[in-house]
T-cell receptor
Framework: GQQVMQIPQYQHVQEGEDFTTYCNSS?????IQWYKQRPGGHPVFLIQ?????EVKKQKRLTFQFGEAKKNSSLHITATQTTDVGTYFC??????????????FGKGTKLSVIP | DTAVSQTPKYLVTQMGNDKSIKCEQN?????MYWYKQDSKKFLKIMFS???????INETVPNRFSPKSPDKAHLNLHINSLELGDSAVYFC?????????????FGDGTRLSIL
């Protein structure tokens, strides 16, 4: 079935360094969502991108949606220890009988070394 | 004022038992979900449900069954628990269509099978 591929699976950075995670789909996505899950916590919605080439910012976080709407990225500038967690992208995938389900990438686990 | 609440938070039980996990949301959403997150943090949808339609992920064993007494509640019943069922189970909710609305997750139920 349709998958949303996410890389890298793990990323260790020194505090203050930048971080980027990438998400790719084999098919065009109507939208893509990003979530953050802190260790021991639950996924928390960060943002949704809908338009081709869209760029949105939340403080040090920059989210991009590709022109073809098949890829997306999340970039964190000058990471802090509070950024630690797993970042998931999620996109709609056809599940049959006219229905779509939100399919999550496998996540990128970010560790920040103080 | 928890938006999506699940009980219990931890569940330790023996193989072969039957157990239920409860979920309630006070967001007024019309769609609820159950996700399974394994030890590698992969997040997979099991069910989505609104008052009209139940969508079942075809990979979910029929030992798992969702039960919804009303649109604010979606419980998960599991028969004949197996070792491989050990995971964190998240309930979530959203308003409207599954593919273009942010999802709000509960804190999760950590299920351990002995």
């Amino acid at each position: 079935g349709q998958q949303v591929m996410q890389i890298p699976q793990y990323q260790h950075v020194q505090e203050g360094e930048d971080f980027t995670t990438y998400c790719n789909s084999s098919t065009t996505l109507s939208n893509i969502q990003w979530y953050k899950q802190r260790p021991g916590g639950h996924p928390v919605f960060l943002i949704q991108l809908v338009k081709s080439g869209e760029v949105k910012k939340q403080k040090r976080l920059t989210f991009q949606f590709g022109e073809a709407k098949k890829n997306s990225s999340l970039h964190i500038t000058a990471t802090q220890t509070t950024d630690v967690g797993t970042y998931f992208c999620a996109g709609p995938a056809y599940s049959g009988a006219g229905s779509y389900q939100l399919t999550f990438g496998k996540g990128t686990k970010l560790s920040v070394i103080p | 004022d928890t938006a999506v609440s699940q009980t219990p938070k931890y569940l330790v039980t023996q193989m072969g038992n039957d157990k239920s996990i409860k979920c309630e949301q006070n967001l007024g959403h019309d769609t609820m979900y159950w996700y399974k997150q394994d030890s590698k943090k992969f997040l997979k949808i099991m069910f989505s449900y609104n008052n009209k339609e139940l969508i079942i992920n075809e990979t979910v064993p029929n030992r798992f069954s969702p039960k919804s007494p009303d649109k604010a509640h979606l419980n998960l019943h599991i028969n004949s628990l197996e070792l491989g069922d050990s995971a964190v189970y998240f309930c979530a909710s959203s308003q409207g269509g599954i593919s273009n609305q942010p999802q709000h997750f509960g804190d999760g139920t950590r299920l351990s099978i002995l």
